[in-house]
């Protein structure tokens, strides 16, 4: 199994520029997220979808849309790219039950000039 | 939700030496999960504890849940450099887990 795959692993985009972060997860796992991490700020969640169909929002939605159109697949679109949205980002995935342990991509690379 | 605070934010230890971090909540928590982050990595799952009073260990680590169900432990004895990294121990609310800072360790050799 792969488990989590995200791509690119890097990017640079320019102010204003939009673009999708791709992540996809083989192990059949309802619950799918995104979160940035920050230098000292930890992971911080964008959004996150507890199936195909449903999306909501965590602690930092904005400038950011998601979408669940199959449980494989959650894609992480900037719309507007901005220089506070250098960042790393991570995709994990995890089953249904909210004992089960995360399974984190190996994230993304972003930097906006 | 549940908040949990992580401390020290920062351990700088000798190689060989053995230290603690400690996650602490104000409300009493059904489980609770650490995670590791090599520099450069991804967080990787580590044990989660269940149970009151909980000890579970992975070879140097030591994993305690409190009695009361408010607090956890993570103790390495003999540190390694492979012990580099950030240790977390999230909130949990519904589905969302919510990571703080972590506990960042440095190894001195």
């Known amino acids: 199994n792969a488990g989590v795959t995200q791509t690119p692993k890097f990017q640079v985009l320019k102010t204003g520029q939009s673009m999708t972060l791709q992540c996809a997860q083989d192990m059949n796992h309802e619950y799918m997220s995104w979160y940035r991490q920050d230098p000292g700020m930890g992971l911080r969640l964008i959004h996150y979808?507890?199936?195909?169909?449903?999306?909501d929002q965590g602690e930092v939605p904005n400038g950011y849309n998601v979408s669940r159109s199959t449980t494989e697949d959650f894609p992480l679109r900037l719309l507007s790219a901005a220089p506070s949205q250098t960042s790393v980002y991570f995709c994990?995935?995890?089953?249904?039950?909210?004992?089960?342990?995360?399974?984190f991509g190996n994230g993304t690379r972003l930097t906006v000039t | 939700g549940q908040q949990v605070m992580q401390i020290p934010q920062y351990q700088h230890v000798q190689e060989g030496e053995d230290f603690t971090t400690y996650c602490n909540s104000s409300?009493?928590?059904?489980?609770i999960q650490w995670y590791k982050q090599r520099p450069g990595g991804h967080p990787v799952f580590l044990i989660q504890?269940?149970?009151?009073?909980e000890v579970k260990k992975q070879k140097r680590l030591t994993f305690q849940f409190g009695e009361a169900k408010k607090n956890s432990s993570l103790h390495i004895t003999a540190t390694q450099t492979t012990d580099v990294g950030t240790y977390f121990c999230?909130?949990?609310?519904?589905?969302?887990?919510?990571f703080g800072a972590g506990t960042t360790v440095t190894v001195r050799a």
């Open positions: 979808s507890v199936g195909a169909g449903i999306t």
């Open positions: 409300t009493t928590l059904s489980n």
């Open positions: 994990a995935s995890r089953t249904r039950g909210t004992n089960s342990p995360l399974h």
């Open positions: 999230p909130t949990s609310n519904d589905y969302k887990l919510s």
């Open positions: 504890l269940v149970k009151s009073g």
